[in-house]
């Protein structure tokens, strides 16, 4: 209840977006040629390919009903609504002045996309707030304290594992995160080398959906924790990114990369701002480490794997 009287007025201005992009897309649709006759346009020789700019529309308006149900969840949506709206002018502006694209045209990217780009973006810059405040607020432990308390499956701690075999814990990125996919793929290419080693995998989703991720890189035999609220990960000072360490220059290039490579980014399957870390444990204490300074940073398995252990 307290999240929905939080974005009530969100809902409402997705709402009525939904609904002006439903109604606008309906019409080109219907009447493809309407609008060309008022503003006494040529007649496009296609108007087919008008309808199918109505019809994207359309489907906009629907994603903006979706999420006005809950605006935190769906912030993926809103995103990509506000790039259009922001973009759509942009490209306009350009061929208006090449002199490629009608000024009349103007009108439409002013009811489209001009006087929806601060409602969006209010509400996009509310989330990340929102989102930026939500797991600061969990109490935490001392790195120690969550060694010696957090169990695993066979009831023994953190650090009592680590009195058997060195422990590997990865603390990963959102299972939606196409540079998390890129550290499972990296883990699957050295898990041979991880011989007298235990890898320990901590996650913010479910166990089961986390399985679903580790068997498609062959680490479902590894031990496995989920953290939702990120208590771990704030014990061991992996803390939330600023925005340009999640979507600077260097994370867009890192992530075009990404895809080329089969590792597609998807919806957020927990905190798009958590960074992600990897911690080696030996004896009940953390002989290396490595925490990423930005989203798109690669894993430091040899930072993190040559030291020297304890005898």
Same mark, same amino acid.
């Given at each position: 209840?307290?999240?929905?009287?939080?974005?009530?007025?969100?809902?409402?201005?997705?709402?009525? +977006?939904?609904?002006?992009?439903?109604?606008?897309?309906?019409?080109?649709?219907?009447?493809?040629?309407?609008?060309?006759?008022?503003?006494?346009?040529?007649?496009?020789? $296609?108007?087919?390919?008008?309808?199918?700019?109505?019809?994207?529309?359309?489907?906009?308006?629907?994603?903006?009903?979706?999420?006005?149900?809950?605006?935190?969840?769906?912030?993926?949506?809103?995103?990509?609504?506000?790039?259009?709206?922001?973009?759509?002018?942009?490209? @306009?502006?350009?061929?208006?002045?090449?002199?490629?694209?009608?000024?009349?045209?103007?009108?439409?990217?002013?009811?489209?996309?001009?006087?929806?780009?601060?409602?969006?973006?209010?509400?996009?810059?509310?989330?990340?707030?929102?989102?930026?405040? %939500?797991?600061?607020?969990?109490?935490?432990?001392?790195?120690?304290?969550?060694?010696?308390?957090?169990?695993?499956?066979?009831?023994?701690?953190?650090?009592?594992?680590?009195?058997?075999?060195?422990?590997?814990?990865?603390?990963?990125?959102? #299972?939606?995160?196409?540079?998390?996919?890129?550290?499972?793929?990296?883990?699957?290419?050295?898990?041979?080398?991880?011989?007298?080693? %235990?890898?320990?995998?901590?996650?913010?989703?479910?166990?089961?959906?986390?399985? +679903?991720? #580790?068997?498609?890189?062959?680490?479902?035999? #590894?031990?496995?924790?989920?953290?939702?609220?990120?208590?771990?990960?704030?014990?061991?000072?992996?803390?939330?990114?600023?925005?340009?360490?999640?979507?600077?220059?260097?994370?867009?290039? %890192?992530?075009? $990369? @990404?895809?080329?490579?089969?590792?597609?980014?998807?919806?957020?399957?927990?905190?798009?701002?958590?960074?992600?870390?990897?911690?080696?444990?030996?004896?009940?204490?953390?002989?290396?480490?490595?925490?990423?300074? %930005? +989203?798109?940073?690669?894993?430091?398995?040899?930072?993190?794997?040559?030291?020297?252990?304890?005898?």
């Amino acid at each position: 209840m307290e999240k929905q009287e939080q974005y009530a007025w969100a809902g409402q201005m997705l709402k009525a +977006a939904g609904l002006y992009n439903v109604l606008w897309g309906a019409w080109v649709v219907l009447f493809p040629l309407s609008f060309f006759e008022w503003a006494s346009l040529p007649l496009p020789n $296609y108007p087919m390919i008008w309808q199918s700019v109505g019809m994207i529309v359309g489907v906009y308006g629907l994603g903006y009903f979706i999420a006005s149900y809950d605006p935190q969840r769906h912030w993926p949506i809103i995103l990509v609504g506000f790039l259009g709206k922001v973009f759509g002018p942009v490209g @306009a502006v350009y061929y208006m002045i090449s002199g490629l694209f009608p000024l009349e045209f103007a009108w439409i990217n002013l009811t489209n996309d001009l006087i929806w780009i601060i409602p969006f973006g209010l509400v996009l810059y509310k989330i990340w707030r929102n989102e930026m405040l %939500r797991g600061e607020m969990i109490p935490t432990l001392l790195v120690q304290e969550a060694l010696n308390d957090t169990k695993l499956k066979d009831g023994k701690s953190i650090a009592e594992r680590s009195e058997q075999v060195p422990v590997l814990l990865v603390f990963l990125r959102h #299972f939606g995160c196409s540079f998390c996919k890129e550290a499972l793929q990296k883990l699957e290419e050295n898990k041979e080398e991880r011989i007298g080693k %235990r890898l320990i995998l901590v996650h913010m989703s479910t166990e089961d959906k986390a399985m +679903a991720y #580790f068997r498609k890189y062959d680490l479902g035999s #590894f031990e496995q924790i989920s953290d939702p609220d990120q208590v771990l990960y704030r014990s061991f000072e992996l803390g939330r990114a600023k925005f340009n360490q999640v979507f600077g220059l260097a994370e867009w290039q %890192r992530g075009i $990369y @990404a895809a080329f490579n089969g590792h597609f980014p998807g919806l957020p399957e927990g905190d798009g701002f958590r960074m992600p870390g990897a911690f080696l444990i030996d004896k009940g204490k953390v002989v290396s480490s490595w925490k990423a300074k %930005r +989203a798109s940073e690669p894993m430091q398995l040899d930072q993190l794997m040559n030291c020297e252990l304890s005898s």
